[in-house]
């Protein structure tokens, strides 16, 4: 699967996003290395603590299915009234790929004219806490 094809499945992820109170949607696309993708989104809650963003959605959907060999990753976001953003994973989505993938998966940022950033996990979180640390 190519880096746009991914970024498209991010894309349509967005779409089932639940977002009532800020309008921002998020979508994730997790490849796995047998080329299997896991789609996530965000969803919301009106308590705030509960809600739970596209990449963990997609890392945990993958997860809770006996996936643990992930090859790269896509997220595209953008305001419920229009509009794309384009920015990367949030500081605790990067730990929870931290645990599950390598720091050299890339990581693929759909911007709002169709331009992809390129990232690897290691350039969004350079001092991770990894499972080691817990050895």
């Known amino acids: 699967m190519t880096e746009k094809e991914l970024c498209m499945r991010a894309k349509q992820a967005m779409e089932n996003a639940y977002v009532p109170y800020s309008g921002f949607r ?21 308590s705030f603590t509960p809600t739970v963003c596209a990449e963990r ?25 229009g509009g794309d953003a ?17 720091p050299d998966m890339p990581v693929y940022v759909l911007g709002a004219e169709g331009e992809i950033g390129h990232y690897t996990l290691k350039t969004l979180l350079p001092f991770a806490f990894t499972p080691e640390f817990m050895r």
């Open 86 to 102: 384009s920015f990367p994973p949030c500081g605790v989505c990067r730990q929870v790929l931290a645990e599950f993938c390598a």
């Open 26 to 46: 998020v979508g994730a696309a997790l490849l796995c290395a047998d080329g299997a993708v896991y789609t996530g989104c965000n969803i919301e809650n009106a």
């Open 57 to 81: 959605t997609a890392v945990f959907k993958a997860v809770s299915e006996g996936r643990r060999d992930f090859a790269a990753l896509a997220v595209a976001s953008g305001k419920a009234s």
